[in-house]
């Protein structure tokens, strides 16, 4: 398979069938957060709640882009992704991906609504930082700059879910005149159909978002797989042409000539020469090659390294410059994007890949996780109205984080924003114990999960070296 021999590919394969496990497990274990609401007020049969939510998260997942997948990647620095030794970058696969299917299950194991987001991260974050402390780390292991922007998205994320219902339940209750919205579920029959439609719509929509941004994890996790073991065939996208490749380095370069270097700061002469001495790499390399099969591995993994540099530093450069033109600006972020395009894709097989598991996935496993999110974060039980509110707070949130390509927690935003509506139904309404549980389960798995990702990765880098 893909040029390697019998052991690689058996590792390949035990690396995808793993990714897979994973996002089947994240379906099971995170859509509940979609299906509690429309099966505990009895608005579909959870025979069909979990059917629909699975074809939804799976349209989700094919329909819902890259950009949180290519930030999962991107956490990742280059060097450690692509180890020279092949085994080592197994070795950081397995780790990871262990490391996060143990924590999903034991946490769904306990009824506990816990992230799947922060499980992955976590085990990331904890490659990362073991690989820091071996001799041949020359580099930082881990795009710290990143690290910031998805520690604060899934730390807001749930305040933001909080505040967002609590306000919409007030606010709901002053305009609201139809007060049957806001009773608890009738054990015997089903909502009236305007509430019911609306609580299908919501879930379907908590379903559609889960799958865009929490499914796209599992594409980045298996783009991590396919950059570390087959570069040659990964590592740029070799769907692209590399004419094209050339015109948007050329373009750049131009754009960058009517620059004043004299007038840069230090900082800014730096970030500006770093640029053009990455766009000179890419195109001494790509020369007059026809395609990227022309092209070995070595050469490819300097192309993505390049492109991704010429990323960040160019970023950094327009922060602070006032010396480069508006109009030079828009050409350089214009070409930018074109390039970023070569590092920036997955295949289509990835996706429908991913999209499956997750789909599948949904279809199991729900029950355990509906009766927390119905019945315990709250002291009364869960009405119409609430269930609208929080699914609808829900959609919003992991939306907009998928179009910022930010990872959010699926399972922290719902369940925050049930606990905004039970506060704002009653005083001293919430169980605490429940809230505890969730809240210890939120704090507890970064540590655990850096903790034993680590562990496991130094474990089976001495294994398999």
Request: hydrophobic share 50%; aromatic share 8%; proline share 3%.
């Amino acid at each position: 398979m893909f040029g390697l021999d019998t052991t690689l590919t058996m590792f390949l394969i035990i690396c995808l069938v793993a990714a897979m496990a994973f996002e089947f497990i994240n379906g099971f274990h995170d859509t509940a957060n979609a299906v509690a609401t429309v099966i505990y007020t009895r608005s579909l049969k959870p025979s069909v709640a979990v059917v629909w939510s699975g074809l939804w998260n799976f349209i989700g997942v094919y329909v819902g882009g890259i950009a949180v997948a290519m930030g999962i990647v991107n956490l990742l620095p280059l060097d450690m992704l692509i180890d020279q030794n092949v085994y080592h970058s197994i070795a950081m696969i397995l780790a990871l991906i262990v490391t996060a299917i143990i924590w999903n299950l034991g946490t769904w194991w306990l009824g506990i609504p816990c992230s799947s987001s922060h499980t992955l991260i976590g085990s990331i974050f904890g490659v990362g930082i073991a690989y820091s402390f071996l001799p041949e780390a020359h580099a930082i292991a881990l795009n710290w700059a990143k690290v910031k922007d998805v520690a604060l998205s899934l730390l807001i994320s749930p305040l933001v879910g909080f505040g967002f219902a609590l306000a919409s339940m007030f606010l709901l209750k002053r305009i609201v005149k139809n007060k049957s919205i806001f009773k608890e579920p009738d054990p015997n029959n089903p909502p009236p159909m305007l509430i019911r439609s609306l609580l299908i719509l919501t879930s379907t929509t908590v379903s559609f978002s889960h799958g865009s941004n929490d499914g796209q994890k599992g594409i980045g996790l298996v783009m991590i797989i396919l950059i570390g073991i087959i570069p040659l065939q990964f590592a740029i996208n070799k769907g692209e042409s590399t004419i094209k490749l050339i015109d948007h380095t050329k373009k750049i370069e131009l754009a960058l000539s009517h620059v004043d270097s004299t007038k840069l700061t230090e900082e800014e002469m730096f970030n500006y020469t770093q640029v053009r001495k990455n766009i000179d790499t890419i195109q001494s390399i790509v020369g007059n090659a026809p395609n990227f099969d022309k092209l070995n591995s070595k050469q490819l993994i300097k192309i993505r390294k390049n492109i991704l540099t010429t990323s960040k530093k160019y970023d950094a450069l327009i922060e602070t410059s006032v010396v480069i033109k508006d109009k030079d600006k828009d050409v350089i972020k214009s070409e930018i994007k074109g390039i970023k395009k070569y590092t920036e894709y997955s295949p289509w097989w990835v996706i429908l890949m991913i999209s499956l598991s997750l789909g599948v996935g949904t279809m199991v496993g729900w029950k355990k996780i509906v009766v927390t999110i119905g019945e315990k974060i709250g002291k009364t039980p869960l009405s119409y109205a609430q269930g609208a509110v929080a699914q609808v707070t829900a959609t919003l949130t992991i939306g907009l984080s998928s179009i910022f390509g930010l990872p959010v927690s699926t399972t922290h935003v719902l369940s925050s924003g049930i606990a905004g509506t039970m506060v704002a139904k009653k005083k001293k309404n919430l169980k605490m114990k429940t809230v505890r549980n969730i809240a210890i389960a939120w704090v507890v798995t970064l540590p655990v999960t850096i903790l034993l990702s680590g562990s496991l990765f130094l474990l089976l880098r001495w294994i398999l070296a």
